[in-house]
């Protein structure tokens, strides 16, 4: 089935710094790739998305490129800011039934 | 619009008791999920609906948990009786179209259930 692999968290960064977070995937077809994200007391929202190769997803500052030959999808923030903290959830997103698979999530915190 | 609306938020029971969540999906979104959130993991589907029927449930388990949407809008997902590692967040989200890969899912608020 499908999976997902994401760095292991969690993520400390002081304001302003660059984020990375890495996602590698399997799947089954040409998935859709989604980050989700999950704010402190907050439900899952979709930051970005990217539907096929080379594809750049984009939202709040935050970019994605759907890497089809290293099955990657790695997000990236140039300057976080505090209210960034929150949990990370990488998805492909696959098959007839569109189901998507998440993976551990990452806990990233923003110290002033 | 308004967004998927899940009840109860919070719910406390003993092992071998029963409990009920509810959800009502975006207004004409056909797929229905229903997931499992283990605290530090990322959410499990249980159950998907599309309309009023069940097209992926192979990781319900099906001795405990059980599913309907009877008229094809909201939904109510049973567990009895309950375990300690039903311990979680259930979530639901819905989707507008099937088939689809990049439609988003907008997921609901969730209801964390602790068994005791």
């Known amino acids: 089935g499908d999976s997902v692999t994401q760095m292991e968290g969690p993520v400390t960064l002081s304001e302003e710094a660059f984020l990375t977070i890495n996602c590698t995937y399997t799947?089954?077809?040409?998935?859709?790739l989604f980050w989700y994200v999950q704010y402190p007391g907050e439900g899952l929202q979709l930051l970005l998305k990217?539907?096929?190769?080379?594809d750049k997803g984009s939202n709040k500052g935050f970019e994605a490129t759907y890497r089809k030959e290293t099955t990657s999808f790695h997000l990236e923030k140039g300057s976080v800011q505090v209210s960034d903290s929150a949990v990370y959830f990488c998805a492909p997103n696959t098959g007839a039934n569109s189901k998507l698979t998440f993976g551990k999530g990452i806990t990233l915190s923003v110290r002033p | 619009e308004a967004g998927v609306a899940q009840s109860p938020r919070y719910k406390i029971i003993e092992k071998r008791q029963s409990v009920a969540f509810w959800c009502n999906p975006i207004?004409?979104?056909?797929?229905l999920y229903w997931y499992q959130q283990i605290l530090g993991q990322g959410p499990k589907l249980l159950i998907q609906f599309q309309n009023n029927g069940v097209v992926d449930d192979s990781q319900l388990p099906k001795d405990r948990f059980s599913a309907e949407r009877l008229k094809g809008v909201d939904s109510t997902l049973k567990i009895q009786p309950a375990k300690l590692e039903d311990s979680a967040v259930y979530l639901c989200a819905s989707r507008k179209l099937r088939g689809r890969t990049e439609n988003e899912q907008f997921f609901g608020p969730g209801t964390r259930l602790t068994v005791l």
């Open positions: 990217a539907t096929k190769a080379d």
């Open positions: 207004s004409g979104h056909a797929t």
């Open positions: 799947a089954t077809g040409y998935p859709s």
